[in-house]
Nanobody, 122 residues
Framework: QVQLVESGGGLVQAGGSLRLSCAASGSIFSINDMGWYRQAPGKQRELVAGITRRGSTNYADSVKGRFTISRDSTKNTVYLQMDSLKPEDTAVYYC????????????????WGQGTQVTVSS
């Protein structure tokens, strides 16, 4: 069983910063891509940022220059540093781990975290 546990969400004023963390635990052999998605009320879930096992990153246009994704593969952990936050960044943020190879069975699956709320006040 693999679990993704997110932390770091909260309430912040516009212009402020937050850092999200997501740790994957369980019988993990390797993880390919990790990323952060968000879903605002009444909207579809969207990709915010992603990072490959080799460290290549991609960002949604709306967060480029403000958010930074990073990864510690030794800890199976991904981070999202969010600076210059705007009210439109308010959403539930979800961690995703894609291409998770299980240590023993070597099956490959995709996993989601439970989500963490980020609220940016104006």
């Amino acid at each position: 069983q693999v679990q993704l546990v997110e932390s770091g969400g909260g309430l912040v004023q516009a212009g402020g910063s937050l850092r999200l963390s997501c740790a994957a635990s369980g019988s993990i052999f390797s993880i390919n891509d990790m990323g952060w998605y968000r879903q605002a009320p009444g909207k579809q879930r969207e990709l915010v940022a992603g990072i490959t096992r080799r460290g290549s990153t991609n960002y949604a246009d709306s967060v480029k220059g403000r958010f930074t994704i990073s990864r510690d593969s030794t800890k199976n952990t991904v981070y999202l540093q969010m600076d210059s936050l705007k009210p439109e960044d308010t959403a539930v943020y979800y961690c995703n781990a894609d291409g998770v190879t299980h240590l023993y069975s070597r099956t490959v699956k995709n996993y989601w975290g439970q989500g963490t709320q980020v609220t940016v006040s104006s």
